[in-house]
């Protein structure tokens, strides 16, 4: 929808392929009698992303409907990121008798978040446009989770982004 030829609303739904990232940690004896006192061991995480965005899209130069030249643009806006992760550990840790600072199993989280970027985009033909734009997620709401490794801003993403815009008047 537009309400000028300046100022636009946009929607996204974004799907990300499997992330995978490995962490090393120690697990630490709940009772002085425990034996071993720490037990070392590797944290493999699988994260499935995805995202829905509604927002506001400025042109500072251009417009959503310009057919020569270039359009400069920002975007500001509002998601809800959902991520499932699978924690798998490299040795079994018995969690009653040990500490750990994440934990072995799966998960699914939400956390909403503040979209912005900036982008630029070239009208090739009729409705179709080319653009390229810079993007951040940053997190509104936390979402601790003892199946994340860490819980500060994670996931704090950046996007460099490409692609064909083909509006629908």
């Known amino acids: 929808m537009h309400f000028t030829s300046r100022q ?3 929607t996204w739904i974004s799907y990300y ?4 990232y490995s962490n090393d940690f120690t697990a630490t004896a709940k009772s002085a009698a425990t034996s ?3 037990i070392p061991f ?3 995480a699988q994260w499935k992303t995805g995202q829905v965005s509604l927002g506001w899209k400025h042109y500072f130069k251009g417009s959503y409907d310009a057919e020569i030249g ?3 643009y920002s975007i500001a806006g509002f998601g809800l990121m959902f991520t499932k992760v699978e924690n798998t550990f490299s040795t079994f ?3 009653s008798l040990y500490n750990t600072s994440t934990l072995a199993g799966t998960d699914k989280i939400y956390r ?3 979209d912005l970027g900036l982008g630029a985009e070239y009208p090739i033909s009729g409705n179709f446009y080319l653009y390229g734009d810079v993007r951040t997620w940053i997190p509104t709401s936390n979402y601790p989770s003892p199946y994340l490794h860490s819980n500060k801003n994670v996931p704090l993403p950046f ?3 490409a692609g064909l815009r083909i509006p629908f008047y």
């Open 42 to 44: 590797s944290a493999s």
């Open 8 to 10: 636009s609303v946009y």
């Open 70 to 72: 270039y359009n400069i």
């Open 159 to 161: 996007f460099i982004c």
């Open 93 to 95: 840790v018995d969690t």
């Open 17 to 20: 392929t499997p992330a995978k």
């Open 112 to 114: 909403l978040t503040l």
């Open 36 to 38: 071993p006192s720490t």
